[in-house]
């Protein structure tokens, strides 16, 4: 047995792999925020030759991917690319959840010992709580520091958790409209980022129209420009054409994200990175993670069937066609293995879905907590407030409360979940102690619930809403949000393309999961010490000996 287990780890390492052949000098990873599978088949006629067709005609299309877990969130589903794992072995359970110690709510990179290099008013970020390895610091390690590793977002945590505990990550700042780091990789910014923020690109964009790119008929939602549950940011509205406020308005870099723009800056910066740092032009497989996030801004603002998302998605692709000609132009896409994804979908407004037969709703978190506090308390015959915190998708016990009414944790669990399916909009809710033991039914559902369970990060109970329907945020803040098992959320596109990726279409399914082994096999280093997923045969395959 053990001699067999020898033999299939040489042949994986050593004859697999494309490092001992074709190894590319530059991985380049494309992550856009919120951007549903079949988005890209619905519109794929409506695209340049440079962008989302390039990959597609080149490459090889999972087109039955879906994440495993069931908090499909912004943290969760890029540490998920970048490690292989799930929430239990990653650590991100939600891009902040409630800490017990401090009683507060936690930001997932929030890291007080690395300040901003240049802000004072906001707390440090690091990939500090990240709990495997990514990818890029495996290559890292595996070279000795001869391959690099660059993230560039508009997110923090785009940016961060690709990056790697080992790689170098910047993003949009909303107070300055200028990219920034913190200590964790820099003292004081690159020459080339204090260049290309004296350019000062956002600023620029004040006053100015976002218009269709098209013709108006040419829209599939020609006719889904005015509704009143659209939720504009500043004075952009919710009717074409957008017209961006005054660069003096308080909000104006912030309101700037919800608009095509923010990925043109986001291309902007990284074309300036490839021209400086050379990715891909030393010697050694570096690796450069791009993640777009204005598609997750405009979907929540408008919808993700909204003409103002469709116009955004024209524009992405012709931002991607951008980003792969400066790498092909720089390193040569022929040396460069690309991989596409996304961190998760997205649901319809329940409105939206209202309109067509479909019954949903938004409760808010006052509106959750009030009632499920009010049921405990006289479930219990106390008059303390059992529940401290709902933070998306846990509830949390107030351990000390308990303690003070006499009442076991693990009771105060069962009650909690039995009291909260009772609401209008959650189909199930699932206990700590029963997730600790994996005392859960054989479903599909339960075992998303698991991969998304951490257990010191997760609450008391992790509740499960019904499809359309959004809870446990403010529910003026969005018009659209995402976080579900639900195929909306959790089905996302999944493209390789480079030396040896052959050009077909696969429709077993998949998982986002599996990327980052993939990529580890591909080049013949060790998967991140949190990986749980599967190599892509198809990716590794054409490899020669």
């Not at 042949?11 to 988005?39: C, E, M, N």
Request: hydrophobic share 40%; charged share 20%.
């Amino acid at each position: 047995m053990t001699s067999n287990y020898l033999k299939i780890i040489f042949l994986f390492f050593f004859l697999v792999s494309p490092l001992q052949a074709d190894k590319p000098d530059l991985v380049l990873q494309i992550t856009v925020d919120q951007l549903r599978a079949d988005v890209i088949r619905r519109h794929f006629d409506r695209f340049g030759e440079g962008g989302f067709q390039y990959l597609v005609e080149h490459g090889t299309v999972y087109a039955n991917a879906r994440y495993r877990h069931a908090n499909t969130m912004t943290a969760v589903g890029h540490a998920t690319l970048a490690t292989g794992g799930n929430s239990t072995q990653h650590g991100m359970v939600s891009n902040s959840w409630w800490d017990r110690e401090r009683s507060e709510h936690v930001n997932c990179l929030q890291d007080e010992q690395s300040p901003f290099v240049d802000e004072t008013t906001r707390t440090g970020r690091s990939p500090l709580r990240l709990t495997s390895s990514t990818f890029s610091d495996e290559l890292i390690l595996a070279t000795g520091g001869a391959s690099r590793s660059f993230g560039v977002s508009t997110k923090d945590r785009g940016a961060i958790i690709l990056a790697g505990r080992g790689g170098k990550a910047y993003w949009y700042s909303t107070q300055t409209g200028r990219y920034t780091t913190t200590t964790w990789y820099h003292r004081e910014h690159p020459e080339w980022v204090e260049a290309w923020n004296e350019r000062d690109l956002a600023a620029a964009y004040a006053g100015q129209t976002w218009s269709l790119l098209a013709d108006h008929e040419s829209y599939a939602a020609v006719d889904r420009d005015d509704r009143p549950f659209e939720v504009p940011r500043g004075e952009l509205g919710i009717t074409f054409p957008h017209v961006m406020s005054d660069s003096t308005s308080g909000r104006y870099f912030s309101d700037l994200r919800y608009s095509p723009w923010a990925d043109e800056l986001t291309l902007s910066f990284t074309q300036a990175l490839i021209e400086a740092e050379k990715p891909g032009q030393r010697g050694a497989t570096d690796y450069l993670s791009v993640s777009f996030s204005a598609t997750d801004y405009v979907g929540h603002a408008y919808g993700p069937y909204s003409l103002e998302a469709e116009d955004n998605l024209l524009r992405l692709d012709r931002v991607i066609a951008a980003l792969l000609a400066s790498v092909d132009q720089a390193v040569g896409l022929q040396n460069t293995l690309v991989v596409l994804s996304s961190d998760h979908g997205v649901q319809a407004t329940p409105e939206y879905s209202g309109t067509h037969g479909f019954v949903g709703g938004r409760i808010g978190t006052a509106e959750m907590l009030g009632p499920i506090n009010d049921l405990l308390s006289t479930y219990f015959e106390t008059d303390e407030r059992l529940i401290a915190a709902f933070s998306r998708p846990s509830l949390f016990l107030d351990l000390e409360a308990l303690r003070r009414a006499g009442i076991s944790r693990t009771h105060a669990e069962v009650a909690l979940a039995r009291e909260v399916v009772k609401l209008d909009g959650v189909r199930a809710a699932f206990t700590r102690t029963d997730l600790l033991e994996g005392n859960l039914p054989a479903t599909a559902l339960a075992r998303s619930v698991a991969h998304a369970f951490h257990p010191q990060r997760s609450g008391d109970v992790y509740v499960v809403a019904e499809p359309f329907w959004f809870f446990g945020y403010d529910t003026q803040g969005d018009a659209a949000t995402h976080g579900s098992h639900y195929p909306a959320d959790a089905h996302v596109p999944l493209i390789f393309s480079g030396p040896g990726v052959p050009r077909t279409s696969v429709y077993r399914p998949v998982a986002p999961r599996d990327v980052a082994p993939t990529l580890s096999a591909y080049l013949g280093v060790l998967p991140p010490s949190g990986s749980v997923g599967e190599v892509l045969g198809e990716v590794v395959g054409e490899a020669k000996p």
